[in-house]
């Protein structure tokens, strides 16, 4: 780097930070240009009207090998219609979308490494809410000069224009509740609501921690609650005086996994530094919990029963195997018995870690009384932990249309979203103060009776050779089915009859 470049790098810059909008940014369908580009989206619109900035960074979910095509387009058209606007894509490895604590800590770092001296706005409007969450909790830190913007679109305008918002925050008000919140943990506030048709699950989860040397396997899609059903066995267990250890195995690449695991020798890979014990060691005599085990490697997994079968581990570098005396409790979204018979998954692993199996299911598929009493069990607990004097009251509104909301994320995107709305309200919750996914749900994510039907009908055209065939399958004559094709303007593939 010549003394210039040095020099023009370390002056302060003042750029704009956003998420890229997933469903606002991008078309359903091909625009007359050929892409799925929205050039009247929130990103656009921004570059349109607002942007005075020396550069954009445009945040993305995803790695920095792995580029989407999409989002790569979308800087290229902005690049076309905004010559002279510097335009940065960075994609930040997020796992769950819904995660505040994670988006947080990964947006934070990027932010201290690359831009700690630079003036920062924040297009705060695009996102889901955990990551607004973040944005807010990012501004009030004062690591950074910040300022928070969002945009009025021109259909809600008095102009007919969108309008440029600055979001003045004071530090007395709600944001200083989520610092407070954030710091805030009451040992005696449980934050996991047992309701009717979890009960049977956790009696038998209680039965599995007193059968002590049991593996359990936990099968339940993201944000069901697998972690807390894992440590609710190790709590009822003799083994609840020694340490539960929870480790998400798809977060790390084969080497680093088996380091976590197994432990490491110093100078047994570039940054082994020091000999370090592994968490099947450091959780002696208590338990440790493997989440989202259906993602791991052949190469683990055969790591993994020799440790089940010998109760020995092998650390990276080692010669010689040592001891070790755990229970195991795993989880996974996966249909492991499938992966299994396809080959993807081992057999004798999957025996040794089923010898129990336990299963949660997702919200969407509880009883509305289960739904309501665990959205009145958050508004309660997130109350206690934002130092509220009253709870938050939801307009009627508001309340079905959370009831009508699958929540893909569980009971985790659940929680999420009454925290937020403690963020942004104080007394009372409208229609207004929702996200947009809820108030503008994908038809993949709508409940109601037509759009279930609808895509029932497709899956199974989908997966038919014709539609006779299909009809035969949803036991309707085919008149009937073709009048649900007309009305529902549903496209058969090419060639289908």
Same mark, same amino acid.
């Given at each position: ?11 302060d810059m003042k750029i ?68 002279? &606007? ?64 969002? #945009? ?81 066995? &190790? ?19 084969d080497e680093l996994l088996?380091?976590?695991?197994f432990g490491h020798k ?131 509104? #508001? ?11 569980? #009971? ?86």
């Amino acid at each position: 780097m010549s003394i210039f470049d040095f020099y023009i790098s370390n002056i302060d810059m003042k750029i704009l930070v956003s998420w890229v909008a997933a469903m606002h940014d991008f078309l359903k369908e091909n625009n007359d240009r050929g892409n799925r580009i929205n050039y009247e989206g929130p990103t656009f619109n921004f570059h349109r009207f607002f942007y005075h900035n020396d550069k954009h960074i445009l945040l993305c979910k995803g790695k920095e090998d792995d580029l989407d095509p999409k989002v790569e387009m979308l800087k290229s058209e902005l690049k076309k219609e905004f010559p002279n &606007h510097e335009i940065e894509i960075r994609y930040i490895d997020v796992l769950d979308v819904i995660d505040m604590a994670e988006i947080r800590s990964k947006v934070e770092g990027f932010l201290l490494r690359n831009h700690k001296d630079d003036e920062i706005d924040i297009f705060f409007s695009p996102g889901t809410s955990a990551m607004q969450i973040a944005w807010y909790l990012i501004h009030e830190s004062a690591a950074f000069s910040t300022k928070l913007y969002q #945009v009025r679109p021109k259909a809600y305008s008095t102009s007919g224009k969108p309008e440029l918002l600055t979001i003045d925050v004071e530090k007395s008000s709600v944001p200083l509740s989520s610092i407070l919140k954030e710091g805030f943990v009451d040992k005696h506030v449980e934050n996991y609501k047992v309701t009717a048709s979890l009960k049977p699950i956790y009696d038998k989860a209680k039965l599995i921690g007193i059968a002590d040397r049991v593996t359990a396997l936990i099968y339940g899609e993201s944000g069901t609650g697998k972690e807390h059903l894992a440590n609710y066995i &190790h709590e009822e267990s003799s083994r609840k005086v020694q340490p539960f250890i929870a480790v998400n195995c798809a977060a790390f690449t084969d080497e680093l996994l088996a380091s976590q695991l197994f432990g490491h020798k110093r100078g047994a890979f570039t940054g082994a530094n020091e000999d370090r014990k592994g968490f099947f060691e450091e959780a002696k005599g208590g338990t440790i919990f493997l989440d989202e085990i259906g993602d791991i490697s052949p190469y683990m997994q055969q790591s993994l029963l020799r440790v089940l079968q010998e109760k020995k581990v092998l650390g990276v570098g080692y010669s010689k195997e040592r001891k070790v005396d755990v229970r195991v409790v795993a989880a996974t979204n996966k249909d492991l018995p499938t992966l299994c018979a396809e080959g993807k998954f081992r057999w004798d692993l999957y025996y040794r870690l089923a010898v129990t199996e336990l299963t949660l299911p997702p919200l969407r598929e509880r009883k509305e009384n289960e739904r309501k009493e665990l959205i009145d069990f958050f508004l309660k607990i997130k109350k206690k932990a934002f130092k509220r004097s009253k709870q938050l009251v939801l307009d009627k509104g #508001v309340f079905r249309v959370i009831l009508s909301y699958p929540f893909p994320g569980n #009971v985790r995107e659940l929680e999420n979203l009454i925290e937020s709305l403690y963020v942004f309200n104080t007394e009372r919750v409208s229609l207004d103060s929702l996200p947009t996914r809820l108030l503008e749900p994908t038809e993949e994510n709508k409940m109601d009776l037509a759009s279930v039907e609808k895509l029932h009908i497709k899956k199974v055209l989908e997966m038919s050779k014709s539609k006779r065939q299909a009809a035969s399958i949803l036991e309707c004559a085919i008149n009937t089915l073709e009048k649900k094709i007309k009305d529902y303007n549903i496209e058969l593939t090419k060639g289908r009859k």
